[in-house]
């Protein structure tokens, strides 16, 4: 709440916590924000002794174990816009007594942050070290720090600034809240997310409100799922426990049954270890940005203001384990093809449409082969499903299937592979469904959404089919969002994320192979020749390595933008050139659209190495 926007970042009145200590003498000690409501005038100190301990001060409390002078330091905050769930940074000692490093989600944070005289007025963090520590610390500058996930670094010197920058990211990142599950994604912090997402989701509501969950196949579903009832109900809303169920179903659930809103418990194509908890409202629809931090914001201020009643006051948990199937019947009515004598392969990535997918297709009379539909919980996306499509186009060939289909652990994205063994990608898909549906008058302004991400083919093929390509950044939320405000009705990702907004609110895999299946049997062609309305120019994508906080800055480098002027200009006239910040994770990525992919393989990865060679 007490915050001001200065020249050099944001400073922010906040407690601090000693969370615990770390290896090599105590240099290195995390720090937890706490009370995040009861922001104040009080100084906050930490204090580096002779024997390397640090030590949690306020104002007259302040505990000193020596003599030697302080160095008050402005606490700088920055709110990028990166996915990140557990509020911790690391410190490291510098050898002139101040914090050198501020690390958070496996990066270090800018080196350059110079103090204005202003920001010493505001909340301050005291260093105090001997000569011990100070040599302690510079031992310590070479040796690697570990972030979260598989990120290693070595820290770098600092430009002797006044200032210790800590990064507050934000919780919530494109696709909910995500992280490994008991570490990063604590049952506590599930509890909350329910208690405020719960409050925040009905808080206008007359009526005791009801949610409806559902997870994945993970082994932490369950556990997560338990904490979050209880924070819901412990704000008095009640809770509907439908068990594995892919997101969209959760999403169909919602609007089917008028409750007040939905949340899926899945981390959708992540390694098993991850999780996460995404919300939608009473309409099915995901979340806008301004909803998720107001929730955040409840979190922070440990709900502050928000009476939790007792009694018959709190909510009650309902188990409806048979809801799954009115999903499969909404599926078999939204797209009523006959699949009778058509061979399909489908791999359901031992996750969430195990049961769903294959139901339904068998249901419309597929002659069906399934394949990773025995989850035990650690398994998901295990070398299958459509990040891992080998042995899917393997199967496809043997069986002599006319198609294979591959969902992810959440069953919202779907990619194809026709009888050759070919993968067909998302954009494939939306042309061909989007060339069927203009032919049968169904496709909405003739347009299809697609991310800047979107092969070029995509767009020739627009031109020479009559159909406009609508173009927004990477994220299904945004193509969403350009679909409801424009009243377009197919839109999506090369990814497999396509969205029939006629049908549902949200990605949704099954029902995007039940369409493309639609198109197969109503054309009589096979999935190879249908593909073919689109030419997918070669493509290559590297993705660069750099700190989270300089992500989107990489063209104020002046090498790098040289570099990249270089390469559009080798490329004009015959290609594209595509370098964007990612949204979820500490990279860069480099896209680069040509003729001939063993050039284009080679001048992503150049400048890619560049990039990151500069910028780490």
């Known amino acids: 709440r007490a915050a001001e926007t200065t020249d050099t970042g944001v400073i922010l009145k906040a407690k601090f916590k000693c969370n615990k200590d770390a290896a090599q003498d105590g240099v290195l000690v995390s720090v937890q924000k706490t009370d995040a409501s009861n922001f104040d005038e009080k100084n906050i100190n930490v204090t580096f002794s002779g024997g390397n301990s640090v030590i949690l001060t306020e104002n007259d409390t302040t505990m000193k174990l020596d003599d030697k002078q302080e160095e008050t330091l402005p606490i700088y905050i920055e709110e990028p816009s990166v996915q990140h769930v557990t509020p911790y940074m690391i410190i490291t000692g510098g050898a002139d007594g101040l914090p050198k490093h501020v690390i958070t989600d496996g990066n270090t944070i800018r080196d350059d942050m110079e103090t204005s005289s202003d920001n010493e007025k505001e909340s301050t963090m005291t260093t105090d070290t001997t000569e011990k520590s100070s040599r302690s610390a510079i031992d310590t500058t070479e040796k690697s720090v570990s972030g979260t996930g598989d990120n290693q670094l070595n820290p770098v010197s600092h430009n002797n600034h006044k200032g210790v920058i800590i990064i507050m990211a934000r919780m919530f990142g494109t696709d909910g809240v995500r992280g490994v599950a008991g570490s990063e994604l604590t049952i506590e912090l599930a509890t909350k997310l329910g208690q405020a997402g719960a409050y925040v989701l009905t808080k206008e509501q007359e009526h005791q409100a009801t949610i ?51 949340v899926v418990i899945s981390a959708s194509h992540n390694p098993m270890e991850f999780n996460g908890i995404k919300f ?25 203001d928000v009476v939790l009643p007792i009694g018959s006051g709190v909510g009650k948990i309902d188990y409806r384990f048979d809801l799954r199937d009115e999903y499969v019947k909404f599926m078999e009515k939204c797209v009523p093809v006959d699949l009778k004598g058509m061979k399909i392969v489908v791999d359901c990535a031992e996750g969430a449409s195990h049961y769903t997918s294959v139901k339904t297709l068998t249901d419309l009379g597929a002659d069906l082969v399934a394949i990773h539909t025995d989850p035990d919980g650690t398994n998901i996306n295990s070398n299958c499903g459509s990040t891992h499509m080998d042995e899917l186009k393997a199967r496809v060939v043997y069986e002599k299937a006319a198609v294979g289909l591959a969902f992810d652990g959440d069953a919202d994205r779907m990619l194809a592979v026709d009888e050759h063994g070919n993968v067909v990608d998302g954009d494939q898909i939306m042309a061909i469904c989007g060339n069927y549906m203009k032919s049968k008058g169904t496709l909405k302004k003739d ?96 993705n660069a390595k750099v700190p989270n906080h300089k992500k989107e800055k990489f063209m104020e480098y002046q090498e790098i933008a040289d570099a990249v002027a270089d390469v559009e200009k080798k490329f004009k006239g015959e290609g594209r050139v595509l370098i964007r910040p990612s949204g979820t994770e500490p990279l860069v990525r480099v896209m680069i659209e040509g003729k001939d992919q063993k050039v284009i393989d080679e001048e992503a990865r150049k400048l890619a190495e560049l990039i990151t060679k500069i910028m780490l």
Not at 473 to 483: C, P, Q, S
Request: proline share 3%.
């Open 447 to 542: 347009t299809i959404v697609v991310t800047v991400m979107t092969n070029l083919g995509f767009t020739l093929m627009g031109q020479k089919e009559g159909i406009h390509v609508e173009k927004t950044k990477v994220g299904d939320r945004y193509v969403l969002e350009n679909m409801r405000k424009n009243g377009y009705n197919i839109g999506g990702e090369q990814s497999g994320h396509v969205i029939f907004l006629d049908d549902n609110t949200t990605g949704d895999g099954l029902l995007s192979a039940l369409h493309l299946l639609e198109v197969m049997v109503n054309t009589g062609k096979p999935l190879s020749e249908l593909a073919e309305i689109m030419e997918v120019l070669p493509q290559a994508l590297v």
């Open 280 to 304: 939608f409202n009473g309409e099915g629809y995901k979340l806008p940005d301004e909803m998720e931090d107001e929730i955040e914001a409840l979190i922070k201020n440990n709900m502050k």
């Open 212 to 262: 409806i969950v559902g997870c994945d196949t993970r082994i932490s579903g369950g556990m997560l799922a338990s904490a979050l009832m209880a924070g819901i109900c412990s704000v008095g809303a009640n809770a509907i426990f439908v068990g594995v169920m892919p997101t969209p179903a959760i999403a169909y659930l919602t609007r089917k049954h008028k409750v007040d809103a939905g």
